[in-house]
């Protein structure tokens, strides 16, 4: 699949010229392609802010305000929306979007097809795609593009050494878009380089990325910094050398400041190979014992970023307690568009409600930057389900305006996207997205439990996998209950959040139903509030979704879709229904024979 497709912009009908440097250039190119006659007034000091005139006549902004309000000009034209009135000003300055991209093609959790910019052990892209990949990023709002896997590999190493010129060339082509790239490092790169040592603390360690670092500003002078995966996983860190993550990030940093680049040190920071006998280790409470004592003892260009939960971007989870209890450091959220867990890309899994959901908790003002990870890849249509492309739009907007409502952002996406479709069928095709989650998240792992998913391939379910895995991860289901106890009287997990959520989660009666698993250990014969057991409750939820599933695809049948689209839904739309059985079966199955509780509706369990 490699023809070009638009995805929500259908109504820019060609390419862009090649010969674009600047973003307001892109912008004059843009407005004067889709014909209309807006006049743009660059005002220096407004940066990314921009405002419109009611009229639409004139666009007014910094350098890259005006390609975001011509963007959003011809959006709203296009979805006959009023523009917002006053000037426009993102809430994060750093809206990044993580590409998990290995320089031999493969992508990390990718469902999309190969990398977009590399192949073979080299860079390797298409310069028209590229452009059309900024205007994309670029109509919504997202200003970084960190191109490589966090977890970096022979030869990823040499984006930052002799493919310094390459990385200039791409660069170029994202800088016309107001998109700077960013890279990821190893942490001990300097070893390569004949230091033997990756010790934050020895000169010789420090010299090599200030030394190096240069080079790097001389060939990409805005680039927008580092993202470094450190001590994660078995990826090497300041661990090895009895440091701990504020010395190892502020090296860095210092290397990055002359240049007004920001070193971005992932959280992702836990004990991959916790025995199952030690009850004491609790995964999720992992970033904030590493990194919460922390705070105040970061640079100012140092941004820390944590998952949006504490374990790994699981269907559910609560807010990660680690953004927090860390007000005097920047922190950034991250978000994971790649359906890892939620979906591959086969299943339907639109993700607004759940970043809505995870701000309530969290409030806004809580981080200063926002990252996802990519769900993009080659493919025609840059995310497999031609639905999927909503995560990537949503985001954007979302990054710019947390306030936006899922509502708001995923009809707006259908609209831009099906132009020709009529108004009841767009209704249908929003509720749907709308409902996505909710019936992934009843067919899969019950009530917040997390990791039920098959061991290392994240699709479809497996139970036990990762309860008796070496890279153990436990949710400790026996004959009588099932869940870990992390209240006080268990882990002590609850104990990392403030006093308001501590108290909603703290008891199994205060703690909401969706998330009651994930706090507490319950018996089988415990009782719900509407009255259910849990055991009941989990399996009701897995016949619902199951049967939501196959609903789904009555609706989908009937929904005017280009042929194209409805095509790649369709048959994703079977596998997902078959993925739905297996996870509806599998689980009963695991918990009626744990349990022995037959199913009060007489429907069948294995
Ligand atoms: C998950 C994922 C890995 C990834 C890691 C990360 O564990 O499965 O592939 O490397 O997250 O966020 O670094």
Same mark, same amino acid.
């Given at each position: 699949?490699? &023809? ?25 190119? &843009?407005? +004067? ?65 993580? $590409? ?22 080299? @860079? ?10 900024? =205007? ?9 593009? $960190? ?13 930052? +050494? /002799? ?71 078995? =990826? ?76 790994? @971007? ?42 809505? +959901? ?28 031609? @639905? ?9 907007? @979302? ?7 899922? +509502? ?5 996406? $259908? =609209? ?5 479709? /009529? ?26 439990? $997390? ?18 895995? *070496? ?6 289901? /026996? *004959? ?5 106890? *992390? ?120």
């Amino acid at each position: 699949m490699n &023809e070009k497709r638009h995805l929500w912009l259908p109504f820019l009908k060609s390419d862009l010229p090649e010969n674009l440097t600047t973003p307001a250039q892109t912008a004059r190119a &843009e407005l +004067e392609q889709a014909g209309i006659a807006a006049k743009l007034n660059l005002v220096t000091d407004m940066g990314e802010s921009w405002s419109v005139s009611k009229d639409g006549s004139e666009i007014t902004g910094g350098e890259t305000g005006v390609l975001y309000g011509a963007y959003r000009l011809m959006m709203a034209r296009a979805a006959g929306e009023a523009l917002p009135t006053g000037v426009q000003t993102p809430r994060y300055p750093l809206r990044m979007i993580n $590409c998990w991209d290995n320089a031999d093609g493969d992508v990390e959790r990718g469902y999309s097809g190969r990398s977009l910019f590399f192949e073979g052990g080299k @860079f390797d892209y298409d310069p028209a795609r590229m452009r059309q990949l900024g =205007r994309l990023l670029a109509s919504v709002g997202i200003n970084v593009l $960190c191109i490589n896997n966090v977890n970096v590999r022979d030869p990823a190493h040499r984006l930052i +050494e /002799d493919w310094l010129p390459e990385l200039a060339k791409l660069a170029d082509i994202f800088r016309a878009f107001g998109v700077r790239l960013m890279v990821s490092i190893d942490y001990a790169q300097p070893i390569r380089h004949g230091i033997p040592t990756a010790d934050p603390l020895d000169e010789r360690v420090a010299q090599w990325w200030i030394e190096q670092t240069k080079k790097v500003y001389a060939a990409v002078p805005d680039l927008a910094g580092y993202l470094v995966k450190a001590d994660s996983e078995s =990826r090497p860190g300041p661990f090895t050398y009895g440091r701990n993550h504020a010395e190892g990030a502020n090296m860095l940093a210092r290397a990055l400041a002359p240049h007004g680049g920001v070193l971005v040190w992932r959280c992702f920071v836990y004990n991959c190979q916790q025995d199952w006998r030690d009850a004491k280790t609790d995964r999720p409470m992992a970033a904030y014992q590493h990194y919460a004592y922390l705070d105040g003892q970061f640079d100012k260009n140092v941004i820390l970023q944590v998952k949006n939960g504490p374990y790994d @971007f699981q269907v559910r989870e609560p807010v990660s307690p680690t953004l927090l209890a860390m007000p005097k450091t920047t922190l950034a959220i991250e978000f994971q568009l790649a359906q890892e867990y939620t979906g591959h890309q086969i299943d339907i899994y639109a993700m607004p409600p759940m970043w809505r +959901e995870v701000y309530a908790d969290m409030g806004a003002d809580r981080v200063q930057a926002i990252a996802a990870v990519s769900n993009l890849g080659r493919d025609g249509n840059y995310t497999g389900h031609p @639905f999927a492309a909503v995560n990537l739009f949503a985001y954007g907007l @979302f990054a710019w305006n947390p306030d936006e409502t899922p +509502e708001h952002m995923i009809a707006l996406w $259908c =609209r831009l996207t099906y132009p020709d479709m /009529d108004a009841a069928s767009r209704e249908t095709l929003v509720g749907l997205l709308m409902n996505s989650r909710a019936v992934y998240e009843k067919y899969t792992a019950p009530l917040g439990l $997390c990791w039920m998913v098959a061991r290392g391939v994240h699709y479809g379910p497996g139970p036990d996998d990762y309860e008796y895995d *070496r890279w153990g991860t436990y949710h400790r289901a /026996d *004959r009588d209950a099932v869940g870990i106890d *992390r209240t006080a009287n268990g882990t002590g997990y609850v104990l990392q959040y403030p006093p308001e959520l501590r108290a909603r989660y703290e008891t199994p009666e205060s703690c909401p139903d969706e998330l009651k698993l994930f706090f507490h250990r319950l018996r089988y014969d415990y009782v719900m509030a509407d009255g259910r057991t849990l055991i009941q409750r989990i399996y009701d939820d897995h016949f619902e979704g199951y049967e939501q599933a196959k609903a789904m695809k009555a609706t989908l049948e009937n929904l005017p879709l280009p042929s194209r689209d409805r095509e790649e839904a369709l048959e994703r739309m079977d596998r997902q229904i078959k993925n739905a059985r297996e996870w509806c079966d599998i689980v009963n199955a695991f918990f009626h024979r744990f349990s022995g509780a037959e199913d009060a509706h007489g429907r069948t369990l294995y």
